[in-house]
């Protein structure tokens, strides 16, 4: 079974800070995908990134980055100089390649960037 | 573009009455999922459409919930006779379709603002 496990509930830091969001994963399959997604205060799921299981090389886009690390079954999602708009759930979640393509979530993240 | 839109954004239900949400897609997208999301926690599959198939239906917790989408489009949740526990937040996305191509790269799910349930 598929699983994805976000240990930090919840993340309090000052405005610029740079913050890292941790997430492992348990799958079986050999071919899979990660994804991060953002849920501001509105509740709506806001994409972010998707992962290739084949594709390690880490993502920079902006402010943020990822770092997929196969060997430890870890996606960590960093943001750089943080700023309030960032305040928001985050949730890391692995997708199967075959069939539904369902997403399982991990618990979520509450990062809250204080002025 | 339009988005993923639900309706009613908010539902209060007395227990043991019958709930229908509704999911419009994205315009054109093939896929349609709904989720679960209990306070505090991550989004929990309920079921799949390809169309107006239901294809996976796995994650349904009981045989009160039933899900349709009989035109490929526009999509209803149903729970019948509520219970305190199906209080939540119902999530509705939808994609192009589940495998680009050959690849298998699936196109990303695009969520609507959720239908909150809560059942007094």
């Known amino acids: 079974a598929q699983k994805v496990t976000q240990a930090q509930t919840e993340i309090s830091v000052v405005e610029k800070e740079d913050v890292t969001l941790d997430c492992v994963y348990e799958?079986?399959?050999?071919?899979?995908?990660l994804f991060w997604y953002k849920q501001p205060p509105s509740g709506e799921l806001v994409f972010l990134i998707r992962?290739?299981?084949?594709?390690?090389q880490n993502e920079i886009s902006g402010r943020y980055s990822w770092n997929f690390q196969k060997s430890t079954s870890s996606f960590n999602f960093t943001i750089t100089a943080s700023q309030v708009v960032d305040s928001a759930v985050y949730f890391c979640?692995?997708?199967?390649?075959?069939?539904?393509?369902?997403?399982?979530f991990g618990q979520g993240t509450r990062l809250t960037i204080n002025p | 573009g339009a988005g993923v839109s639900q309706s009613p954004r908010y539902k209060v239900a007395k227990r043991g009455q019958d709930v229908a949400l509704r999911c419009d897609p994205i315009?054109?997208?093939?896929?349609l999922f709904w989720y679960q999301q209990a306070l505090g926690q991550g989004p929990e599959f309920l079921t799949y459409?390809?169309?107006?198939?239901?294809?996976?239906k796995s994650g349904l917790p009981s045989d009160r919930f039933f899900a349709e989408r009989p035109e490929g489009s526009v999509s209803t949740l149903k729970i019948q006779r509520t219970q305190q526990e199906d209080s939540a937040v119902y999530l509705c996305?939808?994609?192009?379709?589940?495998?680009?191509?050959?690849?298998?790269?699936?196109?990303?799910?695009?969520f609507g603002p959720g239908t909150r349930l809560t059942v007094t």
């Open positions: 315009s054109g997208h093939v896929s």
């Open positions: 992962r290739n299981s084949f594709d390690e």
């Open positions: 979640a692995l997708s199967e390649a075959r069939g539904a393509q369902k997403l399982v």
């Open positions: 459409f390809q169309n107006e198939a239901q294809l996976d």
């Open positions: 996305a939808s994609s192009l379709v589940t495998r680009r191509g050959g690849s298998g790269f699936p196109y990303e799910q695009y």
């Open positions: 799958t079986r399959d050999t071919t899979y995908y």
